[in-house]
């Protein structure tokens, strides 16, 4: 996909009323990039959402394309990769589950076609829980495994980190942009991360700061990269089960600790143990049997939401962190 293409296509949605659905819509529909500004208003019959004013932003799309160019050139020169949703780099698996139409990607990008577990625990998980998760994700990541996470404190952090204890591969998919690490206090790790072969992936432009709503958007790219969900630690409610909502509906393996491992907080597990969706277990090795049998997934189109947003919108922007 070329960068002008690319640049299209968020172009699209900078006009009033097209968002990522539409947008993907109408580039997919023309065979040039030029009938989008020069065909006459009855070429776009089949779009109801093309009136006259939107037709007259679309002759103006040409100048807009060039602004995103010049600025997704700057990104590259800074060491940012732009992959569109028609890009060859861009992961079938993604694109099946979730597909955001555009990903800025800092590291290894041959990352996101391998074989990979994703984590999800509360930022307030116990040390207990923090150590197990460590010693997991250090040894799937031995195995060959992608460690998948939000880069959030705690479970987060942690598993990150055990991936990365095995000189393993890991993937941190931001809710910021690629360039703004948050939480601040993980800039080294994620530093880290890039310099031994991971990656850092965000929906977002490299420049992006933190919004309650742009790490509900990541959660669904977090699990659909992966085979399989470990779930380390969570009290019913926030983030940790909007993401666990979100790989039930992606068909994907959940994990969940066993009881015995003072693993806190656990109000959330004690239900999820008991969930169909879920298997407990005892050691890395139980998990991997599960994931040689894991296939991915079917899931959302662009654009469709479920009722785990409405959910994770309650939650105060710490819950991410």
């Not at 109801?48 to 020169?77: G, K, M, W």
């Not at 909007?242 to 066993?258: G, K, L, M, S, T």
């Not at 491992?261 to 969930?275: F, K, M, Q, S, V």
Request: charge should be negative; glycine fraction near 10%; aromatic fraction near 6%.
């Amino acid at each position: 996909m070329e960068i002008d293409e690319v640049a299209a296509l968020v172009g699209l949605t900078d006009i009033d009323g097209i968002g990522d659905k539409r947008a993907l819509e109408l580039y997919r529909a023309v065979e040039t990039l030029e009938e989008l500004w020069s065909s006459p208003l009855a070429a776009f019959d089949d779009f109801h959402y093309v009136d006259e004013e939107t037709h007259a932003q679309l002759r103006s799309l040409p100048e807009t394309i060039d602004d995103y160019c010049e600025r997704f050139d700057r990104y590259r020169n800074d060491g940012t990769e732009i992959i569109g949703i028609d890009d060859n780099r861009y992961p079938a698996v993604l694109r099946r589950n979730h597909a955001p139409f555009i990903l800025y990607a800092r590291g290894d990008v041959d990352l996101l076609d391998g074989p990979a577990v994703s984590v999800s625990g509360s930022r307030e998980t116990n040390e207990a829980g923090q150590q197990w998760i460590r010693g997991i994700a250090r040894e799937l990541a031995a195995k060959g495994y992608t460690i998948v996470s939000g880069g959030a404190r705690g479970a987060d952090t942690a598993a990150h980190e055990g991936a990365l204890d095995a000189t393993g591969e890991t993937i941190v998919v931001l809710g910021t942009g690629v360039d703004t690490p948050y939480p601040e206090e993980n800039e080294a790790l994620f530093s880290d991360i890039v310099d031994a072969g991971g990656l850092l992936l965000s929906h977002r432009p490299p420049d992006a700061g933190p919004t309650r709503h742009s790490f509900l958007d990541r959660n669904p790219t977090i699990s659909a990269l992966s085979r399989g969900t470990i779930v380390v630690a969570t009290d019913g409610t926030g983030g940790t089960m909007a993401q666990y909502d979100i790989a039930v509906e992606q068909n994907r393996r959940i994990f969940v600790p066993e009881v015995d491992r003072d693993i806190r907080p656990d109000n959330g597990l004690r239900e999820l143990r008991t969930a169909e969706a879920t298997t407990v277990v005892s050691s890395t090795a139980s998990i991997e049997a599960e994931l040689v049998e894991a296939t991915p997934g079917d899931g959302t189109e662009p654009g469709d939401t479920d009722s785990s947003e409405e959910e994770a919108n309650q939650t105060s922007l710490d819950d991410w962190g």
